[in-house]
């Protein structure tokens, strides 16, 4: 058996289950979430728990049953309480403002980039008075894939360079420093 998929999964008392054939739609105070379920997997709610069970012992089923459990793991923990992703701006100047579904960033080019947010995520600016840091975005959504995909997109937007530091990175990443034209003599 899988480790991580023969792990059930329990359900929150606020959150709404309902398994239709192959298809599993999750129901929350954060959002909606559902999922096709492929078919050697088999899912079932059984005394408050969702379980995945598969049908054979094959290579492809064994990864499928616990790539399965964890989407199903994530889905309810987005539904209940969300995820979050922080972007960091450095650089003189940089900046971004949240109207409505729309991200504006002054990123140092000679125009402003409008991002769109897609549905399902919202974002938040917060000022911050650190020594090289402007600011940060911080985006919200229920779904964790989503989520990523879009914060990668803002972080494209315009990557932290490894001279100064300045541009888009994600709080938790590390940008590996370059020495200059004068220190390397």
Known sequence: MSR??????????????VVDGALVQIEGPKGKASLRVDGPMTVAVVDKKLTVTR????????SLHGLTRSLLGNMLRGVTEGYERVLEISGVGFKAEVKGRDVNFSIGFSHPVVFPLPP??????????????????????????????????????????PYKGKGIKYAEETIRRKVGKTGAA
């Open 120 to 161: 399902g995520v919202n974002a938040e600016w917060r000022e911050l008075k650190v020594a090289d840091k402007q600011g940060e975005v911080v985006l919200r959504s229920h779904d964790r894939d989503l989520l990523g995909r879009t914060a990668a997109k803002v972080r494209a937007l315009r990557p932290a360079e």
């Open 55 to 62: 049908q054979g012992d094959a290579r492809e089923m064994r």
């Open 4 to 17: 991580i998929g023969k792990q059930p999964i329990a359900i929150p008392d606020k959150v709404k289950v």
